[in-house]
């Protein structure tokens, strides 16, 4: 089977995950405690109000034929109507995860900077002090809340040193990149201790490997040695432990969006809670969902391209 | 044989010396992470137990007259913008946080050990269906949907532990159902099996108490990362109320005066950073305790 079939049997795999996503997204309005309708549209709704809200959302029909609305609406991007902004839910959700796919990006670049030449030094320099402090140090950062993180981040570099903005997304490409600096570095820290231990756990076991020692033997640089033998094995697992990270780096820009008061989707979701604009809560999380998705099958795609071993 | 060599090795075995085999005692007393975690962890449930003793002060009295003082001796962590004594607070903080942490792991676990397990040891359409919603919930990032649940179902701890128990099953389910599918074609459990032993039994009685390992020191981790949640949704409103001296609410309220009175948020997230520190050394020591070949 070549990579074209692997691709395309990944993409037919995505499928049930896919009916799955959009049924647990469902079931979450019906889950509200009393009528959804009523709690969409608030107490003082009307009664016809209420009665038009419940026919368009289907809820006098079986719960099939709800969910088969839901999913026709669904196949024509039609996520509902915003209640709190009264203009279809993707207008907004769409204009909104620019921020969040900036702040996405942004920390997956800083992650690898800071976990890369960490993990490799931390190996190369297994159980000098530097391998313990850093090891230490990931220990602090892995248990510490991410908006605590940021909040500290906000009191030490925005407000003593006044070196990076306090809140807001900022002007232009430098704007926007000074003013994402400490909300991805915050959500990077979280992620990188992880990495970094892998990545330092897997140079070890490869550099116990046979085909090291020979490289070793015969008598290439330490150098070239590390670059072409070593690190190329080492960071593969550290790509696909990369991309499972992703979902946690989307849950974190949630939070750290609502920290560094950015317009972002994941400041969007939590904004719908409290305004009960359930039609944005609702397409927000599928959209979450189907970003962890997608870059689960691009690291899969990318794994197949990094390690010729894998079998298709 | 090569076990023997390398355990005579360990144990010096080069010098000829025969040495007493170690106890389960002795291996604990030497692993330095498990002991100095279990420590702490002992005396943080004493401070969590004992906190309306030793605190100084009522963690909800207000004193208006004292409002926003930074740490001082008579108010080692300072006090906040209601005069309410930051350290008494935090003291009272751990009964809740470390109760949180506790309750939220143990549905997950339970959901997870029992459909793990039963996926792994029948296979067949139910190993399917199980498999197939872990992929479901696992596309979801794991904060994001225990918030929607939340938001669906109301703010507070008791729908947090209802959405925890939704979400966090499949962890632990993908664990033991990879551990029983090694396990379950091993000799022991042939021979059982061969003994005329019935399935639930051989799931018992030799099964679990041989995949379980690995799950007890995730969920060791995990108590940490619900301590971590409830405070991220105190955070956004979604998790314990004011005046509650949960050190998620604690940290959000002092988020106002962070320019002026910094004591205010640092020191319960502080809290929680030593927690968590104290249960990964926990969590590293038993992985080292309970698996020493996969050190």
């Known amino acids: ?312 | 044989m090569s076990v023997d060599l390398s355990r005579a090795a360990e144990l010096g075995g080069m010098s000829g010396a025969v040495r007493k085999p170690r106890t389960t005692w002795d291996r604990m007393r030497h692993n330095r992470n498990l002991m100095l975690g279990l420590t702490l962890f002992v005396a943080l449930v004493l401070v969590a137990l004992l906190a309306p003793v030793i605190a100084p002060y009522d963690p909800l009295a207000l004193d208006f007259t004292n409002a926003l003082q930074s740490p001082s001796r008579d108010h080692l962590f300072g006090t906040d913008n209601l005069g309410r004594d930051i350290f008494s607070r935090v003291l009272h903080g751990a009964r809740i946080d470390l109760r949180v942490g506790i309750i939220s792991v143990i549905s997950p676990f339970i959901i997870g050990l029992v459909l793990g397990a039963v996926s792994g040891f029948y296979g067949g359409w139910w190993d399917t269906i199980v498999m197939r919603l872990v992929d479901v919930v696992q596309a979801f990032p794991f904060l994001v949907l225990v918030i929607a649940i939340v938001a669906v179902r109301g703010p507070g701890l008791q729908n947090m532990y209802i959405a925890v128990a939704l979400v966090a099953w499949v962890v632990y389910a993908r664990l033991v159902r990879g551990e029983v599918l090694v396990e379950k074609n091993k000799e022991y459990v042939q021979a059982a099996r061969a003994l005329g032993g019935s399935d639930w039994r051989i799931m018992r009685h030799h099964l679990l108490p041989n995949v379980i390992t690995t799950s007890v020191v995730y969920a060791m981790a995990d108590i940490a990362l619900y301590i971590l949640l409830a405070a991220a949704l105190s955070f956004l409103g979604l998790g314990a109320k004011p005046p509650a001296p949960e050190w998620g609410v604690m940290i959000t309220e002092g988020r106002q005066y962070i320019t002026t009175a910094w004591w205010l948020s640092a020191l319960p997230g502080l809290a929680i950073v030593l927690t968590g520190i104290i249960l990964s050394l926990i969590g590293d020591g038993l992985a080292d305790f309970l698996r020493p070949e996969r050190r």
């Open chain 1, 1 to 312: 089977m070549g990579r074209g079939q692997y691709i395309l049997r990944r993409l037919v795999q995505m499928i049930p995950v896919l009916i799955g996503v959009t049924i647990i997204i469902f079931a979450l309005i019906r889950a509200i405690p009393g009528d959804p309708a009523v709690a969409m549209l608030g107490d003082r709704a009307t009664n016809d109000a209420i009665e038009r809200m419940r026919e368009s959302m289907g809820l006098n029909e079986p719960l099939y034929v709800q969910y088969w609305y839901f999913v026709r609406d669904l196949a024509q991007f039609d996520l509902g109507t915003s209640t709190r902004y009264d203009v279809p839910v993707s207008e907004i959700l769409f204009a909104r995860l620019k921020v969040s796919l900036s702040v996405v990006l942004f920390t997956t670049v800083l992650t690898i900077l800071i976990s890369v030449p960490l993990g490799i030094l931390a190996a190369l320099k297994k159980d000098s002090v530097f391998d313990n402090i850093v090891r230490s140090a990931l220990m602090v950062t892995l248990v510490m809340p991410s908006f605590w993180m940021g909040i500290m981040f906000i009191i030490i570099f925005s407000v003593k040193l006044g070196v990076f903005p306090v809140s807001g997304y900022g002007q232009g490409f430098f704007g926007h990149i000074r003013h994402l600096f400490l909300p991805s570095l915050t959500v990077s820290l979280t992620i990188a201790p992880i990495l970094i231990r892998a990545l330092r756990n897997s140079i070890l076991e490869v550099l116990e490997l046979d085909y090291v020692k020979t490289a070793r033997a015969k008598g290439l640089t330490e150098r070239t040695v590390m670059t072409v033998h070593v690190l190329r094995n080492a960071l593969i697992p550290a790509v696909t432990l990369l991309g499972i990270s992703v979902g946690g780096l989307m849950g974190g820009t949630v939070i750290t969006e609502k920290v560094f008061s950015l317009p972002g989707a994941g400041a969007l979701l939590i904004d719908s809670i409290t305004a009960r604009d359930y039609a944005m809560l609702q397409g927000a999380t599928l959209i979450f969902a189907f970003m962890v998705i997608m870059v689960n099958l691009a690291t899969d795609i990318l794994y197949s391209f990094l390690d010729p071993r894998v079998r298709f």
